[in-house]
């Protein structure tokens, strides 16, 4: 086991504070940093503007199949590319897509279609000579990486992450997507057993990412003991 790299899962609802928190600590201990959320963004923008819908399972199988995969790494940033681009914050981040996403990513043939390529991260991760991995989703501690180093639950209630949305300036529906995720049969949303539960409701950003520094460093420490 190679204790000089670590592997640290964060999942989350929306605006419960785990991209921000994810960036930080990519830059102070050199992780490569993954959101996988924007994977299945990207995939639903792909996808509608190919006028798939979320109910023809089959013709969105048929059309993943001649999507290709790649990642572009900027500074700690690992971005998903499809036939080689990638896409644009704003139409990863649009009203339609946050209205549509999760049924796309409800759909197994969507995460299966994910599945290897997430984990190709780590990898990816090592090869480009950086000290770890830190994704953050919504089944990273529960599905793609269950052996992490470090498995991090962030939640904060409703009416907080809503706030934290419109502040943004996106309209997003944090609770219906909450309920979407959690409730599809395939790797659903929930804390991953033996997580450490980190509630950002009432705690700043820099509160919690000192919060999960501790708690990366006790593990480094642990790991390398």
Same mark, same amino acid.
């Given at each position: 086991?190679?204790?000089?790299?670590?592997?640290?899962?964060?999942?989350?609802?929306?605006?419960?504070?785990?991209?921000?928190?994810?960036?930080?600590?990519?830059?102070?201990?050199?992780?490569?940093?993954?959101? #996988?959320?924007? %994977?299945?963004? *990207? !995939?639903?923008?792909?996808? /509608?503007?190919?006028?798939?819908?979320?109910?023809?399972?089959?013709?969105?199988?048929?059309?993943?199949?001649?999507?290709?995969?790649?990642?572009?790494?900027?500074?700690?940033?690992?971005?998903?590319?499809?036939?080689?681009?990638?896409?644009?914050?704003?139409?990863?981040?649009?009203?339609?897509?946050?209205? #549509?996403?999760? %049924?796309?990513? *409800? !759909?197994?043939?969507?995460? /299966?279609?994910?599945?290897?390529?997430?984990?190709?991260?780590?990898?990816?991760?090592?090869?480009?000579?950086?000290?770890?991995?830190?994704?953050?989703?919504?089944?990273?501690?529960?599905?793609?990486?269950?052996?992490?180093?470090?498995?991090?639950?962030?939640?904060?209630?409703?009416?907080?992450?809503?706030?934290?949305?419109?502040?943004?300036? *996106?309209?997003?529906?944090?609770?219906?997507?909450?309920?979407?995720?959690?409730?599809?049969?395939?790797?659903?949303?929930?804390?991953?057993?033996?997580?450490?539960?980190?509630?950002?409701?009432?705690?700043?950003?820099?509160?919690?990412?000192?919060?999960?520094?501790?708690?990366?460093?006790?593990?480094?420490?642990?790991?390398?003991?």
């Amino acid at each position: 086991m190679d204790t000089n790299f670590m592997i640290i899962a964060i999942d989350g609802g929306a605006a419960s504070g785990k991209s921000s928190t994810a960036r930080q600590l990519a830059d102070a201990y050199n992780f490569m940093h993954v959101d #996988t959320g924007t %994977h299945y963004r *990207a !995939l639903t923008v792909a996808l /509608t503007e190919a006028r798939l819908e979320p109910h023809d399972a089959p013709a969105v199988t048929d059309y993943l199949e001649t999507l290709p995969l790649g990642t572009h790494i900027h500074k700690q940033s690992a971005t998903i590319t499809l036939s080689g681009h990638c896409l644009e914050e704003s139409s990863l981040r649009s009203p339609e897509v946050n209205a #549509t996403v999760s %049924h796309f990513a *409800a !759909l197994p043939c969507v995460r /299966t279609f994910l599945l290897n390529y997430q984990r190709s991260q780590a990898k990816l991760a090592r090869t480009n000579n950086f000290a770890g991995l830190i994704m953050e989703g919504r089944d990273i501690g529960s599905i793609i990486f269950p052996d992490a180093d470090l498995r991090l639950f962030f939640f904060a209630d409703e009416k907080t992450r809503a706030e934290r949305r419109k502040r943004e300036g *996106a309209e997003d529906f944090v609770g219906e997507r909450d309920k979407l995720d959690s409730t599809r049969k395939t790797a659903p949303f929930i804390c991953p057993e033996g997580a450490h539960k980190v509630d950002t409701s009432s705690r700043t950003l820099e509160e919690v990412v000192t919060y999960t520094s501790e708690l990366i460093d006790a593990q480094k420490k642990a790991l390398q003991s």
